[in-house]
T-cell receptor
Framework: KNQVEQSPQSLIILEGKNCTLQ??????????LRWYKQDTGRGPVSLTI?????NTKSNGRYTATLDADTKQSSLHITASQLSDSASYIC???????????FGKGTRLHILP | DGGITQSPKYLFRKEGQNVTLSCEQN?????MYWYRQDPGQGLRLIYY???????QKGDIAEGYSVSREKKESFPLTVTSAQKNPTAFYLC??????????????FGQGTRLTVV
């Protein structure tokens, strides 16, 4: 069964600190792996998109990595800000049937 | 401004009523999607449309209906047959159906509550 598992389920860090969110997947083969940020009560906003052949992609303070051998992706946030408080969702596009699979997200809380 | 717009932001429905959620995009995207989000769960696909006048069932289509008469519009009707409709509904669009490096844009969501 194709799965996308994210960890931790929730995370609390102090403003200014770095953090790393994890995404493990069993989907195969896939075309894209994406990370989205979703503020409470809002729609998800794309942070990064990586194809299966890419192993890193940055967007400002957000850096996503992809290890296709271990089927793991991570999202690293540097110098966290209060506005980073949100859910971060890992999404994998299957390379067939136009299917995509969403992880359940990691809820990140930044404390002042 | 280009974007994808959902309305209303909040919607209340009495049991047994049908309600329609609006989704409009001016991005000239061919593909549009409806998802449902429940607490602690990933987004689940309800319906999607790859082109005007065509749509396909997603993973949880029962109790929902859609239409795609115009490229810009993809309304979702939550019917009385949907047993647990209270949820956060998200509409998305992309240039084409999901292919390599295709960006998907989401609306701001509609929170539907059955009262």
């Amino acid at each position: 069964k194709n799965q996308v598992e994210q960890s931790p389920q929730s995370l609390i860090i102090l403003e200014g600190k770095n953090c790393t969110l994890q995404c493990n997947y069993t989907v195969s083969p896939f075309s894209n792996l994406r990370w989205y940020k979703q503020d409470t009560g809002r729609g998800p906003v794309s942070l990064t998109i990586m194809t299966f052949s890419e192993n890193t992609k940055s967007n400002g303070r957000y850096t996503a990595t992809l290890d296709a051998d271990t089927k793991q992706s991570s999202l690293h946030i540097t110098a966290s800000q209060l506005s980073d408080s949100a859910s971060y969702i890992c999404v994998v596009d299957l390379n067939r049937d136009d299917k995509i699979i969403f992880g359940k997200g990691t809820r990140l809380h930044i404390l002042p | 401004d280009g974007g994808i717009t959902q309305s209303p932001k909040y919607l209340f429905r009495k049991e047994g009523q049908n309600v329609t959620l609006s989704c409009e995009q001016n991005l000239n995207h061919d593909a549009m999607y409806w998802y449902r989000q429940d607490p602690g769960q990933g987004l689940r696909l309800i319906y999607y449309s790859q082109i005007v006048n065509d749509f396909q069932k997603g993973d949880i289509a029962e109790g929902y209906s859609v239409s795609r008469e115009k490229k810009e519009s993809f309304p979702l009707t939550v019917t009385s047959a949907q047993k647990n409709p209270t949820a956060f509904y998200l509409c998305a669009s992309s240039i084409t159906a999901y292919v390599q490096n295709t960006e998907a844009f989401f609306g701001q969501g509609t929170r539907l509550t059955v009262v």
